[in-house]
């Protein structure tokens, strides 16, 4: 009812004489009692009080209008405890409610059961005759309608109960509009105090995954949802980075990928996700410059529904999670370039300072050897030297290489950084690490099409030397000149035993073939001797 009609209630009573001050008097106490406080579900069981002691009925509800056209929300005051219990259900806004509902306008009935409209009541169902009805309107919809039955003072309702009820439905309406203005802006700042909270997270230096999961605490708790899970990945296969309650079973998940937010039926997303009887799935995209890239996933038992409120919170706090994903992908850009930049410079220390000294010694030793020296033992003792020197040599520019690269994330098209890339995951949990050392052009001159058959040859004999020999040194050497590529894997291990046969190796000898190369393995069993793999095959051919 808008000011117009409120004006003709007015009249109304003017007409039929209702000019007691007790009576208007009670009429102005239950308009204000009506619009005291702003807790909606409050204001509308008041309502229904009110309503029943102004219009004298035994019964009083008021019905909310649901997005379908029905009731989503049926209060009531006047039926007892044991009389719900024996009702199968609530109204559900057919018949004459729904009369109210598809024609706002005050309806008074003096026999309901006559009514064109009458559907009957939901069994268990009081028995009720009269009626009167009035839609409470709210900035020009039907927010519901205010419902009474059975006149108590009276044999029906008469058209001064309806002036009353009318009058009562505009101030039903002023106070069920603050309510509602009251509840979204609560909504409003409970949302914004979560984005705030979190949003400072990542700069107090709290860890990402601990920003997360208090994310989707917040969200559950605003939310109601069941279980809320933040995701983050490429290409629809996603990890779980922030979640509620215990972790999803660990690996990644497939959510289909979404551009705005999305409600879906449980069944279509992954199970991992559907916890405690879920049954309908929102979805929230997390968006970054080169798009979507994760998802804020939350669950629950019935439908969502999502007001203005609830959408904007719900875009501020997937905003908040892809700044904190950004943000600590920087930082830990950050931090490996500054591990970059130090071993750049030992690797700079290592060339400029150690080799050199190395080289000295060696040129030293050189010219020592150029010498006429009649001790012979001396002698082979200073070429041995120069032997260790060169290996050395090479181990420490090997390490140099190492150092100037990331592995896993630079220059993995290298022979030298898949060498190493390829030892280092080998040797992750044995007792020994492996030396590596190369030698001639190996990252210039080798043709890609024998990098599956290096890694093969480097993969199969450094596990055999790793797991069977048990030997205390592993070393590995690939050489390169113009015409010939060699992969030797050495170790100081027990050999290999006359009756063993490892099907790894004639793997490695049909692959050397393949390539017009051979294979050879030179094994003397017993500490002393250890075993050599030798793979050498033409670089050109």
């Given at each position: 009812?808008?000011?117009?009609?409120?004006?003709?209630?007015?009249?109304?009573?003017?007409?039929?004489?209702?000019?007691?001050?007790?009576?208007?008097?009670?009429?102005?106490?239950?308009?204000?009692?009506?619009?005291?406080?702003?807790?909606?579900?409050?204001?509308?069981?008041?309502?229904?009080?009110?309503?029943?002691?102004?219009?004298?009925?035994?019964?009083?509800?008021?019905?909310?209008?649901?997005?379908?056209?029905?009731?989503?929300?049926?209060?009531?005051?006047?039926?007892?405890?044991?009389?719900?219990?024996?009702?199968?259900?609530?109204?559900?806004?057919?018949?004459?409610?729904?009369?109210?509902?598809?024609?706002?306008?005050?309806?008074?009935?003096?026999?309901?059961?006559?009514?064109?409209?009458?559907?009957?009541?939901?069994?268990?169902?009081?028995?009720?005759?009269?009626?009167?009805?009035?839609?409470?309107?709210?900035?020009?919809?039907?927010?519901?309608?205010?419902?009474?039955?059975?006149?108590?003072?009276?044999?029906?309702?008469?058209?001064?109960?309806?002036?009353?009820?009318?009058?009562?439905?505009?101030?039903?309406?002023?106070?069920?509009?603050?309510?509602?203005?009251?509840?979204?802006?609560?909504?409003?700042?409970?949302?914004?105090?979560?984005?705030?909270?979190?949003?400072?997270?990542?700069?107090?230096?709290?860890?990402?995954?601990?920003?997360?999961?208090?994310?989707?605490?917040?969200?559950?708790?605003?939310?109601?949802?069941?279980?809320?899970?933040?995701?983050?990945?490429?290409?629809?296969?996603l990890t779980v980075d922030g979640h509620t309650g215990?972790?999803?079973?660990?690996?990644?998940?497939?959510?289909?990928?979404?551009?705005?937010?999305?409600?879906?039926?449980?069944?279509?997303?992954?199970?991992?996700?559907?916890?405690?009887?879920?049954?309908?799935?929102?979805?929230?995209?997390?968006?970054?410059?080169?798009?979507?890239?994760?998802?804020?996933?939350?669950?629950?038992?019935?439908?969502?529904?999502?007001?203005?409120?609830?959408?904007?919170?719900?875009?501020?706090?997937?905003?908040v999670a892809s700044l904190a994903v950004a943000y600590?992908?920087?930082?830990?850009?950050?931090?490996?370039?500054?591990?970059?930049?130090?071993?750049?410079?030992?690797?700079?220390?290592?060339?400029?300072?150690?080799?050199?000294?190395?080289?000295?010694?060696?040129?030293?030793?050189?010219?020592?050897?150029?010498?006429?020296?009649?001790?012979?033992?001396?002698?082979s003792r200073l070429e041995q030297v120069e032997v260790?020197?060169?290996?050395?040599?090479?181990?420490?520019?090997?390490?140099?290489?190492?150092?100037?690269?990331?592995?896993?994330?630079?220059?993995?098209?290298?022979?030298?950084?898949?060498?190493?890339?390829?030892?280092?995951?080998?040797?992750?949990?044995?007792?020994?690490?492996?030396?590596?050392?190369?030698?001639?052009?190996?990252?210039?001159?080798?043709?890609?099409?024998?990098?599956?058959?290096?890694?093969?040859?480097?993969?199969?004999?450094?596990?055999?030397?790793?797991?069977?020999?048990?030997?205390?040194?592993?070393?590995?050497?690939?050489?390169?000149?113009?015409?010939?590529?060699?992969?030797?894997?050495?170790?100081?291990?027990?050999?290999?035993?006359?009756?063993?046969?490892?099907?790894?190796?004639?793997?490695?000898?049909?692959?050397?073939?393949?390539?017009?190369?051979?294979?050879?393995?030179?094994?003397?069993?017993?500490?002393?001797?250890?075993?050599?793999?030798?793979?050498?095959?033409?670089?050109?051919?």
């Amino acid at each position: 009812m808008n000011r117009r009609g409120l004006s003709e209630a007015l009249d109304s009573l003017t007409r039929h004489g209702i000019d007691d001050p007790a009576m208007l008097r009670s009429l102005l106490e239950a308009v204000l009692v009506v619009g005291r406080g702003l807790d909606l579900d409050r204001a509308l069981q008041r309502i229904v009080e009110v309503a029943s002691q102004v219009a004298d009925a035994r019964y009083a509800a008021l019905g909310v209008r649901g997005p379908d056209g029905g009731l989503s929300q049926f209060v009531y005051t006047g039926i007892s405890p044991t009389q719900r219990a024996r009702m199968d259900h609530l109204p559900v806004g057919h018949g004459v409610l729904g009369l109210l509902i598809d024609e706002p306008q005050v309806l008074r009935i003096p026999a309901l059961a006559e009514h064109p409209s009458s559907v009957g009541f939901p069994p268990g169902h009081p028995p009720m005759t009269t009626f009167l009805g009035a839609p409470i309107i709210i900035r020009g919809s039907v927010f519901g309608s205010i419902y009474l039955t059975e006149k108590q003072s009276a044999d029906q309702f008469s058209e001064v109960d309806e002036t009353f009820v009318a009058i009562l439905a505009v101030a039903a309406g002023i106070a069920v509009d603050n309510a509602r203005l009251f509840e979204r802006a609560r909504t409003r700042h409970r949302w914004m105090q979560v984005i705030a909270r979190r949003g400072s997270e990542p700069l107090a230096g709290i860890a990402l995954s601990d920003t997360l999961s208090r994310l989707c605490d917040d969200v559950a708790a605003l939310t109601e949802a069941v279980d809320v899970f933040l995701l983050t990945g490429d290409r629809g296969t996603l990890t779980v980075d922030g979640h509620t309650g215990p972790a999803p079973a660990a690996g990644d998940i497939v959510v289909a990928p979404v551009g705005t937010r999305t409600v879906v039926p449980a069944t279509d997303i992954a199970s991992e996700l559907i916890r405690r009887n879920a049954q309908w799935v929102t979805i929230q995209p997390l968006q970054r410059a080169a798009g979507t890239f994760g998802r804020l996933v939350i669950t629950h038992t019935e439908p969502p529904t999502w007001d203005d409120e609830d959408i904007a919170g719900l875009a501020g706090v997937a905003e908040v999670a892809s700044l904190a994903v950004a943000y600590a992908a920087q930082q830990q850009t950050a931090r490996d370039l500054q591990v970059l930049e130090d071993r750049h410079r030992i690797a700079r220390d290592l060339h400029d300072h150690v080799i050199q000294r190395l080289f000295a010694i060696g040129m030293s030793v050189q010219t020592m050897l150029a010498g006429d020296s009649g001790d012979a033992a001396a002698r082979s003792r200073l070429e041995q030297v120069e032997v260790d020197l060169d290996r050395t040599i090479a181990q420490i520019r090997t390490s140099i290489f190492d150092l100037q690269t990331v592995p896993g994330q630079h220059d993995t098209t290298t022979l030298r950084r898949r060498v190493l890339d390829i030892v280092s995951e080998l040797a992750t949990q044995a007792p020994i690490a492996p030396g590596v050392a190369f030698a001639g052009p190996v990252d210039t001159v080798v043709p890609e099409r024998l990098a599956p058959h290096i890694d093969a040859v480097l993969r199969e004999g450094l596990s055999n030397a790793l797991r069977h020999a048990h030997a205390e040194h592993i070393d590995v050497s690939v050489t390169a000149d113009d015409d010939v590529l060699t992969v030797a894997i050495s170790d100081d291990g027990v050999g290999i035993g006359a009756d063993v046969v490892y099907r790894g190796l004639d793997n490695l000898t049909r692959r050397a073939e393949e390539c017009d190369g051979v294979f050879e393995v030179a094994t003397a069993p017993g500490r002393a001797g250890g075993t050599t793999l030798t793979w050498t095959v033409p670089l050109r051919g």
